[in-house]
C-alpha cells in the first residue's frame, strides 16, 4: 500500500512537470509569435512606404511588381543569383554577429573578407597539379586562415591591451583594402590587364556554375553548412553558451568561471573565418580572380544585419533574405523604371532605424490604442 501511495505521488509530480513544461513552450511561442508578427509589420509599414513613394512618382502598380518579380523571381536565373546574394549576406550577418554574442564587436568584415579573397586567389592562381577537390578545399581554408588572423589582431588590441575594437576593425578595413589595393596593382597584377586584378584563379580551384550565366556556384554547399555548424556552435555547445552569457552578463559570466578572453577571442577568429569564407566564395565562384573593390560594402551591411537580428543565426537568416529580395527587386526597378539603386539602401536604412525603435513605435500604438478606448468607454457611459 505505501509503494502505491508513492507510485501515485510520482505520476502527480510527473504530471505537474510536464504541465509546467507545456505551460512554458507555450509561452515561450506566444512570446516569440508576439515578436516576429511585430517584426512582420514594421517591415510591411516599410514596403508600403516605398510602394507609395513610387506611386508618387508616376510608376503603375503593374510596373512595380513586374519588375520586382521579373528580377527576383522570375526565371531560375535571377532566383540563381537573388539566391547567391542571400547565401553571401547570411554569411556576412553571421561573421558580426558570433562576436556581437560574446559582447565583442567586429565592424571589420569588410576586411577580412578583403584578405579572406587575396589569400584565395594567391593560392587559385599560385599553386598548380593539385586535384580540384584539394585545391579547392585548400584555397578556402587559407581564405579563413587568413580573415581569422585579421581579425586576430584586433581581438589582441582588445583583451590584452584594452583597444576599443570598433575603432580598431574599422581601421583594420583601411589597412586590408590599401594593401591588397597596392598587391593587386603592381606585384600580383595580371599582364596587359586594364584594370588592377589578380591572374584568373586556375580551373582546378574555382566552384562550379549551379545555374548557367547566374552567379551560384557550389560554394553554396560551403556555405550551408558553415551556416548549420554556426546553428550549432550557438545552441547547442557549451562554447555557444558561454558566448551568450559573455555578450548578455559578463560580470555572471566571470564569476560562472568562464575564461572571457579566451571565448571572447575564439568568437572573433570564427566571425573572421567566416568573413574569409565569404572572400573565397566571391574568387572562386564568381569573380574568378582578386579585383580590387571586391568586398562591395558587404562587410558593412554584415554589421547591420547582425544588430538587427540582435545576433540570432536564425533571425540573420530572415533579415538577410528580406535585405537580398530588396536589392535584387531595386535592380529589377533600375533596369526597367528608371528608380535609382540608392533605393535599396534607403529602405534597408528605414528598416533598421524602426526595429531599433520598434519597442517606443509599439508602446506608442498602445497606448493610442488605450486612449481610444477610454474615450469610447466615456461616450458610451455618457449616452
Given at each position: 500500500m505505501q509503494l502505491s501511495v508513492q507510485q501515485c505521488g510520482d505520476e502527480v509530480d510527473k504530471t505537474i512537470d510536464k504541465e509546467q513544461t507545456m505551460l512554458s513552450m507555450t509561452t515561450t511561442y506566444r512570446a516569440v509569435l508576439h515578436q516576429f508578427l511585430r517584426f512582420a509589420g514594421l517591415i510591411g509599414l516599410v514596403l508600403l512606404l516605398a510602394f507609395s513613394i513610387l506611386l508618387f512618382q508616376g510608376h503603375s502598380p503593374a510596373d512595380i511588381l513586374s519588375a520586382v518579380y521579373s528580377s527576383t523571381l522570375a526565371s531560375d536565373f535571377r532566383i540563381a543569383n537573388t539566391l547567391n546574394r542571400l547565401v553571401l549576406m547570411t554569411l556576412v550577418g553571421l561573421t558580426a554577429a558570433v562576436p556581437f554574442s560574446a559582447g565583442i564587436w567586429n565592424v571589420g568584415g569588410e576586411g577580412q573578407i578583403t584578405v579572406g579573397a587575396f589569400a584565395a586567389a594567391l593560392v587559385g592562381f599560385g599553386l598548380s597539379g593539385l586535384a580540384v577537390q584539394i585545391h579547392v578545399a585548400l584555397a578556402v581554408l587559407t581564405a579563413m586562415l587568413a580573415g581569422a588572423l585579421w581579425a586576430a589582431i584586433p581581438a589582441v588590441l582588445r583583451l590584452r591591451f584594452h583597444a576599443n575594437e570598433i575603432v580598431t576593425t574599422i581601421m583594420m578595413n583601411y589597412i586590408a583594402i590599401q594593401l591588397t589595393d597596392y598587391l593587386?596593382?603592381?606585384?600580383?597584377?595580371?599582364?596587359?590587364?586594364?584594370?588592377?586584378?589578380?591572374?584568373?584563379?586556375?580551373?582546378?580551384?574555382?566552384?562550379?556554375?549551379?545555374?548557367?550565366?547566374?552567379?551560384?556556384?557550389?560554394?553554396?554547399?560551403?556555405?550551408?553548412?558553415?551556416?548549420?555548424?554556426?546553428?550549432?556552435?550557438?545552441?547547442k555547445s557549451a562554447v555557444g553558451y558561454e558566448w551568450r552569457t559573455l555578450g548578455k552578463n559578463p560580470l555572471f559570466a566571470r564569476y560562472g568561471g568562464v575564461q572571457s578572453a579566451q571565448r571572447q577571442f575564439l568568437a572573433m577568429c570564427v566571425g573572421g573565418a567566416l568573413a574569409g569564407l565569404v572572400g573565397s566564395i566571391l574568387v572562386l565562384g564568381i569573380q574568378r580572380r582578386f579585383i580590387v573593390g571586391i568586398a562591395g560594402g558587404l562587410g558593412f551591411t554584415g554589421a547591420l544585419i547582425a544588430l538587427v537580428a540582435v545576433n540570432s543565426v536564425l533571425m540573420v537568416l530572415v533579415i538577410a533574405t528580406i535585405?537580398?529580395?530588396?536589392?535584387?527587386?531595386?535592380?529589377?526597378?533600375?533596369?526597367?523604371?528608371?528608380?535609382?539603386?540608392?533605393?535599396?539602401?534607403?529602405?534597408?536604412?528605414?528598416?533598421i532605424l524602426l526595429i531599433i525603435v520598434r519597442e517606443a513605435i509599439w508602446s506608442w500604438f498602445a497606448r493610442l490604442a488605450a486612449h481610444i478606448r477610454r474615450a469610447g468607454g466615456k461616450d458610451l457611459h455618457a449616452v
Open positions: 593587386a596593382n603592381y606585384p600580383f597584377r595580371a599582364l596587359n590587364s586594364p584594370s588592377a586584378e589578380t591572374p584568373r584563379v586556375l580551373e582546378t580551384a574555382q566552384f562550379a556554375k549551379l545555374i548557367s550565366l547566374s552567379n551560384l556556384n557550389t560554394g553554396i554547399f560551403v556555405a550551408i553548412a558553415a551556416f548549420i555548424f554556426v546553428c550549432y556552435l550557438m545552441r535585405f537580398a529580395l530588396i536589392q535584387s527587386g531595386v535592380l529589377g526597378m533600375e533596369g526597367r523604371l528608371g528608380v535609382a539603386v540608392e533605393l535599396s539602401d534607403i529602405l534597408q536604412s528605414i528598416i
